[in-house]
Protein backbone atom coordinates (compact mmCIF):
# COMPACT_ATOMS: atom_id res chain seq x y z
CA UNK A 1 0.00 0.00 0.00
CA UNK A 2 3.00 2.16 0.76
CA UNK A 3 4.44 1.67 -2.26
CA UNK A 4 0.69 2.33 -4.12
CA UNK A 5 0.52 5.84 -2.05
CA UNK A 6 3.93 6.71 -3.16
CA UNK A 7 2.79 6.59 -7.25
CA UNK A 8 -0.07 8.49 -6.74
CA UNK A 9 1.42 11.22 -4.94
CA UNK A 10 3.98 11.21 -8.36
CA UNK A 11 1.43 10.74 -10.79
CA UNK A 12 -0.50 13.87 -9.39
CA UNK A 13 2.72 15.70 -10.66
CA UNK A 14 2.40 15.23 -14.59
CA UNK A 15 -1.57 15.75 -13.91
CA UNK A 16 -1.19 19.09 -11.88
CA UNK A 17 1.05 20.27 -14.54
CA UNK A 18 -1.41 19.33 -17.57
CA UNK A 19 -4.70 20.48 -16.10
CA UNK A 20 -2.52 24.32 -15.06
CA UNK A 21 -0.84 24.13 -18.26
CA UNK A 22 -4.09 23.71 -19.96
CA UNK A 23 -5.88 26.49 -18.26
CA UNK A 24 -3.16 28.91 -18.62
CA UNK A 25 -3.23 28.02 -22.64
CA UNK A 26 -6.91 28.72 -22.82
CA UNK A 27 -6.88 32.08 -20.46
CA UNK A 28 -3.93 33.40 -22.46
CA UNK A 29 -6.34 33.34 -25.81
CA UNK A 30 -9.64 34.45 -24.12
CA UNK A 31 -10.89 37.85 -24.78
CA UNK A 32 -11.20 41.30 -22.19
CA UNK A 33 -7.92 40.36 -20.21
CA UNK A 34 -6.82 42.42 -17.33
CA UNK A 35 -5.55 45.05 -19.63
CA UNK A 36 -8.80 45.12 -21.50
CA UNK A 37 -10.37 45.25 -18.29
CA UNK A 38 -8.24 48.43 -16.97
CA UNK A 39 -8.91 49.76 -21.06
CA UNK A 40 -12.26 49.13 -20.05
CA UNK A 41 -12.81 51.11 -16.88
CA UNK A 42 -10.45 53.79 -17.87
CA UNK A 43 -12.63 54.73 -21.02
CA UNK A 44 -15.66 54.04 -19.22
CA UNK A 45 -14.81 56.71 -16.45
CA UNK A 46 -13.41 59.15 -19.38
CA UNK A 47 -17.17 58.46 -20.41
CA UNK A 48 -19.27 59.80 -17.36
CA UNK A 49 -16.64 62.27 -16.24
CA UNK A 50 -17.49 63.79 -19.87
CA UNK A 51 -21.13 63.32 -19.43
CA UNK A 52 -21.14 64.74 -16.04
CA UNK A 53 -19.81 68.58 -16.67
CA UNK A 54 -22.24 68.76 -19.73
CA UNK A 55 -19.03 67.40 -22.66
CA UNK A 56 -17.79 70.83 -23.22
CA UNK A 57 -14.78 72.91 -21.63
CA UNK A 58 -16.69 72.68 -18.09
CA UNK A 59 -15.17 68.95 -18.22
CA UNK A 60 -11.77 70.45 -16.98
CA UNK A 61 -10.02 69.29 -13.96
CA UNK A 62 -12.34 65.89 -14.03
CA UNK A 63 -11.26 64.37 -16.83
CA UNK A 64 -7.89 66.09 -17.39
CA UNK A 65 -6.49 62.75 -15.82
CA UNK A 66 -8.34 60.70 -18.64
CA UNK A 67 -7.21 62.77 -21.26
CA UNK A 68 -3.73 62.70 -20.30
CA UNK A 69 -3.66 58.74 -21.42
CA UNK A 70 -4.65 59.56 -25.05
CA UNK A 71 -2.96 59.56 -27.80
CA UNK A 72 -3.25 61.89 -31.10
CA UNK A 73 -2.96 59.35 -32.94
CA UNK A 74 -5.17 56.61 -32.74
CA UNK A 75 -3.13 53.70 -33.67
CA UNK A 76 -3.95 49.98 -34.00
CA UNK A 77 -3.53 47.93 -30.69
CA UNK A 78 -3.54 44.45 -30.04
CA UNK A 79 -6.01 45.28 -26.63
CA UNK A 80 -9.63 45.43 -27.58
CA UNK A 81 -10.93 49.08 -27.15
CA UNK A 82 -7.06 50.58 -26.29
CA UNK A 83 -7.27 52.24 -29.73
CA UNK A 84 -5.92 56.08 -29.62
CA UNK A 85 -4.35 55.39 -25.77
CA UNK A 86 -1.03 56.20 -25.17
CA UNK A 87 1.27 53.33 -26.29
CA UNK A 88 3.57 53.97 -23.29
CA UNK A 89 0.36 53.52 -20.59
CA UNK A 90 -0.08 49.99 -21.75
CA UNK A 91 3.29 48.91 -21.62
CA UNK A 92 2.90 50.32 -18.26
CA UNK A 93 -0.43 48.37 -17.73
CA UNK A 94 1.04 45.02 -19.15
CA UNK A 95 4.26 45.30 -16.37
CA UNK A 96 2.22 45.85 -13.81
CA UNK A 97 -0.09 42.58 -14.77
CA UNK A 98 3.34 40.96 -15.88
CA UNK A 99 2.21 40.53 -19.40
CA UNK A 100 5.66 42.51 -20.36
CA UNK A 101 7.52 38.74 -20.82
CA UNK A 102 6.99 35.89 -22.94
CA UNK A 103 4.07 33.17 -22.32
CA UNK A 104 6.92 30.72 -21.60
CA UNK A 105 8.88 32.73 -19.33
CA UNK A 106 5.35 33.80 -17.70
CA UNK A 107 4.49 29.88 -17.18
CA UNK A 108 7.98 28.56 -15.53
CA UNK A 109 7.37 31.79 -13.21
CA UNK A 110 4.16 30.78 -12.34
CA UNK A 111 4.61 27.36 -11.39
CA UNK A 112 8.09 28.10 -9.96
CA UNK A 113 5.68 30.70 -6.94
CA UNK A 114 3.67 27.88 -6.87
CA UNK A 115 5.58 24.94 -5.63
CA UNK A 116 6.01 27.13 -2.70
CA UNK A 117 2.31 28.44 -2.21
CA UNK A 118 3.03 32.03 -3.71
CA UNK A 119 -0.15 32.63 -5.45
CA UNK A 120 1.06 36.44 -5.82
CA UNK A 121 -1.52 38.73 -5.44
CA UNK A 122 -4.58 39.88 -7.05
CA UNK A 123 -4.45 42.73 -9.88
CA UNK A 124 -8.04 44.20 -8.29
CA UNK A 125 -8.02 43.24 -4.69
CA UNK A 126 -4.71 44.90 -3.01
CA UNK A 127 -4.63 41.74 -1.19
CA UNK A 128 -2.53 37.73 -1.55
CA UNK A 129 -4.29 35.46 -3.05
CA UNK A 130 -3.46 33.21 -0.24
CA UNK A 131 -4.90 35.52 2.31
CA UNK A 132 -7.91 36.09 0.12
CA UNK A 133 -8.35 31.56 -0.26
CA UNK A 134 -7.80 31.84 3.63
CA UNK A 135 -10.20 34.05 4.04
CA UNK A 136 -12.92 32.89 2.36
CA UNK A 137 -12.39 28.93 3.33
CA UNK A 138 -14.29 28.85 6.23
CA UNK A 139 -17.61 29.89 4.53
CA UNK A 140 -17.15 27.28 1.86
CA UNK A 141 -15.98 24.32 4.37
CA UNK A 142 -19.25 25.37 6.43
CA UNK A 143 -21.59 24.49 3.33
CA UNK A 144 -19.87 22.15 2.03
CA UNK A 145 -19.28 19.75 5.65
CA UNK A 146 -22.38 20.14 7.12
CA UNK A 147 -23.94 19.68 3.52
CA UNK A 148 -22.06 16.61 2.67
CA UNK A 149 -22.89 15.08 6.53
CA UNK A 150 -26.48 15.77 6.15
CA UNK A 151 -26.51 13.89 2.82
CA UNK A 152 -24.77 11.07 3.80
CA UNK A 153 -26.51 10.71 7.32
CA UNK A 154 -30.18 11.47 5.71
CA UNK A 155 -29.03 9.08 1.95
CA UNK A 156 -27.51 5.84 3.32
CA UNK A 157 -30.13 5.14 6.10
CA UNK A 158 -32.80 5.81 3.74
CA UNK A 159 -31.10 4.05 0.88
CA UNK A 160 -30.48 0.74 2.69
CA UNK A 161 -34.42 1.15 4.01
CA UNK A 162 -35.80 1.55 0.30
CA UNK A 163 -33.15 -1.43 -0.30
CA UNK A 164 -35.15 -3.46 2.24
CA UNK A 165 -38.80 -2.53 1.23
CA UNK A 166 -38.44 -2.64 -1.96
CA UNK A 167 -41.79 -2.37 -3.34
CA UNK A 168 -43.26 -1.28 -0.38
CA UNK A 169 -45.34 1.60 0.09
CA UNK A 170 -42.82 3.12 2.31
CA UNK A 171 -40.10 2.45 -0.67
CA UNK A 172 -43.47 4.18 -3.62
CA UNK A 173 -43.64 7.63 -1.38
CA UNK A 174 -40.28 7.75 -0.38
CA UNK A 175 -39.45 7.52 -3.92
CA UNK A 176 -41.55 10.18 -5.29
CA UNK A 177 -40.10 12.51 -2.39
CA UNK A 178 -36.35 11.40 -4.16
CA UNK A 179 -37.94 12.31 -7.64
CA UNK A 180 -38.69 15.73 -6.30
CA UNK A 181 -35.79 16.48 -4.79
CA UNK A 182 -34.26 15.37 -8.25
CA UNK A 183 -35.84 17.92 -10.14
CA UNK A 184 -35.74 20.95 -8.39
CA UNK A 185 -32.29 22.99 -8.77
CA UNK A 186 -30.92 24.35 -5.18
CA UNK A 187 -31.12 27.48 -6.61
CA UNK A 188 -34.70 27.46 -7.27
CA UNK A 189 -35.39 26.03 -3.68
CA UNK A 190 -33.10 28.67 -2.02
CA UNK A 191 -35.27 31.19 -3.84
CA UNK A 192 -38.27 29.54 -2.76
CA UNK A 193 -37.12 28.66 0.72
CA UNK A 194 -36.28 32.95 0.61
CA UNK A 195 -39.99 33.89 -0.29
CA UNK A 196 -41.17 31.21 2.44
CA UNK A 197 -38.33 31.95 5.73
CA UNK A 198 -36.76 35.19 4.75
CA UNK A 199 -38.97 37.84 4.65
CA UNK A 200 -39.54 37.46 0.58
CA UNK A 201 -43.30 37.01 1.05
CA UNK A 202 -44.37 35.17 3.94
CA UNK A 203 -42.26 34.48 7.16
CA UNK A 204 -39.00 36.59 8.19
CA UNK A 205 -37.28 33.69 9.96
CA UNK A 206 -33.89 33.38 8.94
CA UNK A 207 -31.65 35.97 7.95
CA UNK A 208 -31.09 36.65 4.03
CA UNK A 209 -27.37 37.45 3.91
CA UNK A 210 -23.98 36.20 5.51
CA UNK A 211 -23.00 33.18 7.65
CA UNK A 212 -23.00 35.51 11.11
CA UNK A 213 -23.93 38.53 12.13
CA UNK A 214 -22.53 41.90 12.08
CA UNK A 215 -21.94 42.06 16.00
CA UNK A 216 -21.36 38.41 16.04
CA UNK A 217 -17.69 39.17 17.91
CA UNK A 218 -19.42 40.98 20.44
CA UNK A 219 -21.66 37.59 21.58
CA UNK A 220 -20.85 35.23 24.31
CA UNK A 221 -20.35 31.86 22.19
CA UNK A 222 -23.38 29.98 23.17
CA UNK A 223 -25.16 33.00 21.16
CA UNK A 224 -22.01 32.73 18.98
CA UNK A 225 -23.10 29.08 17.88
CA UNK A 226 -26.31 29.78 17.54
CA UNK A 227 -26.43 32.38 15.52
CA UNK A 228 -23.91 30.62 13.30
CA UNK A 229 -26.52 28.04 12.48
CA UNK A 230 -28.89 30.51 12.30
CA UNK A 231 -27.42 32.15 8.78
CA UNK A 232 -26.37 28.28 7.38
CA UNK A 233 -30.03 26.84 8.04
CA UNK A 234 -31.45 27.97 4.69
CA UNK A 235 -28.22 27.67 2.66
CA UNK A 236 -26.99 24.20 3.70
CA UNK A 237 -30.95 23.13 3.70
CA UNK A 238 -30.96 24.42 -0.43
CA UNK A 239 -27.88 22.28 -1.03
CA UNK A 240 -29.15 19.40 0.52
CA UNK A 241 -32.27 18.92 -1.14
CA UNK A 242 -30.58 18.82 -4.56
CA UNK A 243 -27.84 16.53 -3.04
CA UNK A 244 -29.54 13.56 -1.40
CA UNK A 245 -31.62 12.41 -4.25
CA UNK A 246 -28.56 10.62 -6.09
CA UNK A 247 -27.04 9.25 -3.16
CA UNK A 248 -30.09 7.95 -1.64
CA UNK A 249 -31.15 6.29 -5.46
CA UNK A 250 -27.08 4.51 -5.75
CA UNK A 251 -27.24 3.45 -1.91
CA UNK A 252 -30.44 1.50 -2.67
CA UNK A 253 -29.14 -0.08 -5.68
CA UNK A 254 -26.24 -0.98 -4.30
CA UNK A 255 -27.82 -2.55 -1.29
CA UNK A 256 -30.38 -4.18 -3.77
CA UNK A 257 -27.83 -5.47 -5.88
CA UNK A 258 -25.65 -7.09 -2.84
CA UNK A 259 -28.91 -8.49 -1.18
CA UNK A 260 -29.80 -10.84 -4.05
CA UNK A 261 -26.42 -12.70 -4.61
CA UNK A 262 -26.60 -16.03 -3.24
CA UNK A 263 -24.03 -15.00 -0.18
CA UNK A 264 -27.17 -13.25 1.50
CA UNK A 265 -29.17 -16.42 0.71
CA UNK A 266 -26.95 -18.40 1.91
CA UNK A 267 -26.76 -16.40 4.93
CA UNK A 268 -30.33 -16.48 5.37
CA UNK A 269 -30.75 -20.20 4.89
CA UNK A 270 -28.52 -20.69 8.17
CA UNK A 271 -30.70 -18.80 10.42
CA UNK A 272 -29.05 -15.82 10.60
CA UNK A 273 -30.54 -12.78 12.06
CA UNK A 274 -32.36 -10.06 9.37
CA UNK A 275 -29.94 -7.13 11.22
CA UNK A 276 -26.64 -9.75 11.19
CA UNK A 277 -26.80 -10.40 7.30
CA UNK A 278 -27.68 -6.96 6.40
CA UNK A 279 -24.83 -4.66 8.45
CA UNK A 280 -22.66 -7.83 8.69
CA UNK A 281 -21.73 -9.02 5.40
CA UNK A 282 -24.11 -6.56 2.79
CA UNK A 283 -23.32 -3.23 4.48
CA UNK A 284 -19.61 -3.89 3.75
CA UNK A 285 -19.89 -4.89 -0.05
CA UNK A 286 -22.87 -2.92 -0.44
CA UNK A 287 -20.63 0.52 0.69
CA UNK A 288 -18.26 0.39 -1.69
CA UNK A 289 -19.53 2.21 -4.40
CA UNK A 290 -20.97 4.99 -2.02
CA UNK A 291 -17.66 5.39 -0.85
CA UNK A 292 -15.88 5.68 -4.51
CA UNK A 293 -18.52 8.31 -5.03
CA UNK A 294 -17.44 10.41 -1.69
CA UNK A 295 -14.56 12.86 -4.15
CA UNK A 296 -17.21 13.85 -6.31
CA UNK A 297 -19.62 14.06 -4.36
CA UNK A 298 -17.66 16.61 -2.01
CA UNK A 299 -15.96 18.54 -4.68
CA UNK A 300 -19.50 18.97 -6.42
CA UNK A 301 -21.21 20.08 -3.66
CA UNK A 302 -17.67 21.78 -1.93
CA UNK A 303 -17.24 24.02 -5.51
CA UNK A 304 -20.37 23.58 -8.00
CA UNK A 305 -22.79 23.55 -5.88
CA UNK A 306 -22.00 26.11 -3.25
CA UNK A 307 -21.45 28.93 -6.32
CA UNK A 308 -25.34 29.79 -6.76
CA UNK A 309 -26.01 29.35 -3.19
CA UNK A 310 -23.24 31.84 -2.21
CA UNK A 311 -24.14 33.91 -4.53
CA UNK A 312 -27.96 34.15 -3.72
CA UNK A 313 -27.41 33.99 0.06
CA UNK A 314 -24.66 37.36 -0.18
CA UNK A 315 -21.95 34.32 1.18
CA UNK A 316 -18.44 35.64 0.56
CA UNK A 317 -17.07 31.97 0.39
CA UNK A 318 -14.92 30.64 -2.24
CA UNK A 319 -17.39 29.68 -4.85
CA UNK A 320 -18.22 33.57 -4.98
CA UNK A 321 -14.18 34.52 -5.28
CA UNK A 322 -13.52 32.12 -7.83
CA UNK A 323 -16.43 33.30 -10.11
CA UNK A 324 -16.06 36.92 -9.46
CA UNK A 325 -12.27 36.17 -10.43
CA UNK A 326 -13.25 34.46 -13.85
CA UNK A 327 -15.43 37.53 -14.40
CA UNK A 328 -12.88 40.20 -13.85
CA UNK A 329 -9.68 38.13 -15.38
CA UNK A 330 -7.81 38.17 -12.30
CA UNK A 331 -5.60 35.73 -12.79
CA UNK A 332 -3.47 35.10 -9.89
CA UNK A 333 -6.86 34.48 -8.27
CA UNK A 334 -8.03 31.67 -11.08
CA UNK A 335 -4.67 29.84 -11.07
CA UNK A 336 -4.63 30.11 -7.33
CA UNK A 337 -7.95 28.39 -6.81
CA UNK A 338 -7.75 26.18 -9.52
CA UNK A 339 -4.47 24.99 -7.83
CA UNK A 340 -5.52 24.48 -4.70
CA UNK A 341 -9.34 22.99 -5.59
CA UNK A 342 -7.26 20.44 -7.93
CA UNK A 343 -4.80 19.39 -5.06
CA UNK A 344 -7.60 18.96 -2.30
CA UNK A 345 -8.76 16.95 -5.16
CA UNK A 346 -6.20 14.52 -5.53
CA UNK A 347 -6.04 13.88 -1.47
CA UNK A 348 -9.51 13.46 -1.12
CA UNK A 349 -9.30 10.55 -4.11
CA UNK A 350 -6.78 8.58 -2.38
CA UNK A 351 -8.36 9.13 0.80
CA UNK A 352 -11.34 7.83 -0.80
CA UNK A 353 -9.30 4.58 -2.01
CA UNK A 354 -7.29 3.67 0.90
CA UNK A 355 -11.00 4.00 2.98
CA UNK A 356 -12.37 1.47 0.79
CA UNK A 357 -9.04 -0.87 1.59
CA UNK A 358 -10.18 -0.03 5.12
CA UNK A 359 -13.95 -0.86 4.50
CA UNK A 360 -13.01 -4.38 2.47
CA UNK A 361 -9.44 -5.15 3.15
CA UNK A 362 -9.41 -7.70 0.25
CA UNK A 363 -9.27 -4.88 -2.51
CA UNK A 364 -5.45 -4.47 -3.13
CA UNK A 365 -4.61 -1.30 -5.06
CA UNK A 366 -0.94 -1.78 -4.85
CA UNK A 367 -1.57 -5.28 -6.27
CA UNK A 368 -3.54 -3.95 -9.20
CA UNK A 369 -0.81 -1.38 -10.30
CA UNK A 370 2.31 -4.07 -10.34
CA UNK A 371 0.52 -6.18 -13.08
Known amino acids: MTAYIIRRLLLMIPTLFGIILINFLIVQVAPGGPVEQMVAKLQGMNTSATQRFGGGGDAGAATQLMQQQLNSSS ?27 PLGERFVLMLKNYLRFDFGESYFQNKKVIDLVLDKMPVSISLGLWTTLLVYFISIPLGIKKAVKDGTKFDV ?93 TARAKGLAQRRVLYGHVFRNAMLIVIAGFPSALMGIFLTGSLLIETIFSLDGLGLLGFESALNRDYPVMFGTLYVFTLLGFLIRLISDLTMTWVDPRIDFSAQGER
Open 173 to 265: WTSAMVIVGHSIPGFLFAIFLIVLFAGGKYLDIFPLRGIVSDNWHEMDWPHRIADYFWHITLPVASMVISGFAGLTILTKNSFLEEINKQYVL
Open 75 to 101: GASKYRGAQGLDPEFIKSLEKQFGFDK
